[in-house]
């Protein structure tokens, strides 16, 4: 049977989208070929490397893309992670299905905070947010669409 596309996107795809494209691969490779993008591109967030890392789940060979650059793939569902993407999500050709669910901002949560441990417990529970929702595939993703 093939697996399942799914592209998760975000507004700059630097952090919740790499987040929920490595968890999948982590999590549900058998079954979900997952895909990350952003409506824009702001590069790959550090923090969300680290803290992934942190979990056993390597993200460091990622980079921030958009859909054009991943190519012509029939997604069977688009997962919107942040509110811009899902206002500004573009149309994808074939049958996708896009499902909207948000996750809090860890670049901007923190930025007004420096670098360090305070900073790093945001990214964590955003990044432990979205495993509980990847553990959910694909089963969620149909109850949700």
């Not at 929920?20 to 070929?33: C, Q, T």
């Not at 056993?56 to 980079?63: E, F, L, N």
């Amino acid at each position: 049977m093939p697996k399942m596309k799914v592209l998760f996107l975000c507004t700059g795809n630097s952090c919740r989208s790499q987040m929920a494209e490595g968890w999948a691969n982590h999590l549900k490779d058998d079954v979900i070929e997952a895909y990350s993008a952003g409506i824009e591109k702001h590069g790959l967030n550090p923090h969300a490397v680290r803290v992934m890392a942190e979990a056993g789940v390597d993200i460091s060979k990622h980079y921030s893309k958009t859909p054009e650059e991943i190519g012509a793939v029939h997604y069977d569902y688009v997962v919107t992670v942040c509110g811009h993407a899902n206002e500004r999500c573009p149309v994808f050709p074939g049958q996708a299905r896009v499902v909207h669910v948000g996750f809090e901002d860890p670049p901007k949560l923190t930025q007004h905070l420096p670098d360090g441990e305070e900073k790093l417990v945001v990214y964590r529970r955003v990044r432990d947010e979205i495993r509980r929702f990847v553990e959910t595939l694909p089963e969620g993703l149909k109850r949700d669409a």
